[in-house]
T-cell receptor
Framework: DTEVTQTPKHLVMGMTNKKSLKCEQHMGHRAMYWYKQKAKKPPELMFV?????LSINESVPSRFSPECPNSSLLNLHLHALQPEDSALYLC???WGAGGNYGYTFGSGTRLTVV | GESVGLHLPTLSVQEGDNSIINCAYSNSASDYFIWYKQESGKGPQFIIDIRSNMDKRQGQRVTVLLNKTVKHLSLQIAATQPGDSAVYFC????????????FGSGTQLTVLP
């Protein structure tokens, strides 16, 4: 298995809703990432998990809450989002320290906040 | 290319011609570089990478050139095909525990029939 799987592919949520994005990989990668991508812009790093521990939070608002239940799974919990949070949310993984540099990205979750 | 406002730089090439996509990176401490292809509605797809101890690397139909003196990276695509139409991003990173990547602004490649 050489893929990063993200669910759902599309999500529409209201500003008072609570939802979660899920990411899964079975490549044995030990680093996992959340990126946010607005239209016609490059992906921007949000969070990094290394060996299941949060190692980087790029000053992301607390309405985004990441979770790494185990080495294969990464969640992003969403609560009280704003319309400007609408974007493509990408998950990625790689071997982390000492391993292959290349990242593998999932296809993303297209989030619309109404 | 470099971004101007919200507009992606664009490159249009005839099918069968060679394409060259350019990228200026910002951090002289970056020691590896990756080119990604992103089709509409999909995540970035790895194309090729290069480390700072190299100045050229070739893959299947693609070549990446690295000029550290001027902090410039280019992606050459030989015999461009319609399926190559996409946004291309360069990304730079530094060796370390988290292998973070910083993406460039991207270039929209359109292959004309």
């Amino acid at each position: 298995d050489t893929e990063v799987t993200q669910t759902p592919k599309h999500l529409v949520m209201g500003m008072t809703n609570k939802k979660s994005l899920k990411c899964e990989q079975h490549m044995g990668h030990r680093a996992m990432y959340w990126y946010k991508q607005k239209a016609k812009k490059p992906p921007e790093l949000m969070f990094v998990y290394s060996y299941e521990k949060l190692s980087i939070n790029e000053s992301v608002p607390s309405r985004f809450s990441p979770e790494c239940p185990n080495s294969s799974l990464l969640n992003l919990h969403l609560h009280a989002l704003q319309p400007e949070d609408s974007a493509l949310y990408l998950c990625a993984s790689n071997w982390g320290a000492g391993g292959n540099y290349g990242y593998t990205f999932g296809s993303g979750t297209r989030l619309t906040v109404v | 290319g470099e971004s101007v406002g919200l507009h992606l730089p664009t490159l249009s090439v005839q099918e069968g011609d060679n394409s060259i996509i350019n990228c200026a990176y910002s951090n002289s401490a970056s020691d590896y570089f990756i080119w990604y292809k992103q089709e509409s509605g999909k995540g970035p797809q790895f194309i090729i990478d290069i480390r700072s101890n190299m100045d050229k690397r070739q893959g299947q139909r693609v070549t990446v050139l690295l000029n550290k003196t001027v902090k410039h990276l280019s992606l050459q695509i030989a015999a461009t095909q319609p399926g190559d139409s996409a946004v291309y991003f360069c990304a730079e990173g530094q060796s370390g525990s988290a292998r973070q990547l910083t993406f460039g602004s991207g270039t929209q490649l359109t292959v004309l029939p």
